[in-house]
């Protein structure tokens, strides 16, 4: 398992279900990679480029975008824990909302795909978030708090997991949170047991190269998840450069 106190920032590509080997090809090209190696950046392309990915990156880490629950078994179109540490994947986004709400997720599922990560020394990258109506009604800390009772198991620890603050209504539709709400959310993260006191947390949601600098250098917020602006090189390039 990747030693996760030698970096001081975390920057994650989500690339959900885009990408070829053309487009691999060129995004490692032409990607600058900061020399800063404090700077821990890792891709998530689809299961089956993370192959292709492991052995052409340079100077990045490999992750996956979802895992099985299950360790082996009839599961068709499953992908297992081993499989990915087969392929040398250092991280794997766990209970992002989009597999929650398309996929009927549930906090079980989040909580025992984190602990198999675990057991395969596999970083999971936990995501958690409010929806807009959540929002509305007030109930954002509420949410968080299940999320964060029910799905990370107890065998996480700020060593060998990671939380990612997304709000649902901020992915892919140019809307964040401001600065302040930011900060007291991930403040609320880190205090809500003291068990994620020094846990990292990341943020995610329409993180772009406008707005990154500003969110990464907030005190608590440890790095930055990113979807749709991660496609593009030059574009990840600034959210990651020195
Ligand atoms: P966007 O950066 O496109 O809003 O997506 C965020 C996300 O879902 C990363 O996991």
Not at 130 to 158: C, F, M, V
Not at 212 to 218: G, P
Request: with cysteine; hydrophobic share 35%; charged share 25%.
């Amino acid at each position: 398992m990747i030693n996760l106190n030698k970096f001081s920032s975390y920057f994650v590509a989500n690339w959900k279900l885009n990408g070829d080997f053309n487009f691999i090809d060129q995004f490692l090209d032409q990607l600058k990679i900061p020399k800063n190696d404090s700077k821990c950046v890792v891709i998530c392309p689809t299961s089956v480029h993370l192959n292709y990915i492991s052995t052409k990156k340079k100077g990045l880490y490999l992750g996956a975008q979802n895992v099985s629950q299950y360790k082996s078994g009839a599961f068709t179109g499953e992908i297992s824990c081993q499989s990915l540490l087969d392929l040398k994947v250092d991280f794997c986004i766990v209970g992002h909302s989009e597999r929650r709400q398309k996929y009927f997720e549930t906090e079980i599922d989040v909580n025992q795909k984190t602990q198999q990560l675990i057991d395969a020394k596999v970083i999971p990258i936990v995501c958690i978030g409010e929806t807009l109506e959540d929002k509305e009604n007030k109930r954002t800390t509420n949410i968080l708090a299940k999320q964060l009772d029910d799905g990370i198991p107890e065998i996480s620890n700020s060593n060998n997991t990671l939380i990612a603050y997304e709000p649902v209504w901020a992915i892919g539709t140019g809307l964040t949170p401001t600065l302040d709400e930011i900060y007291q959310t991930h403040e609320f993260i880190k205090n809500y047991d003291t068990k994620f006191n020094n846990f990292k947390i990341l943020y995610g949601g329409s993180v772009k190269a406008s707005n990154a600098k500003k969110i990464v250098s907030l005190s608590n917020v440890d790095g930055a998840l990113i979807g749709g602006a991660s496609l593009k090189h030059d574009e990840f390039g600034k959210i990651i450069e020195d």
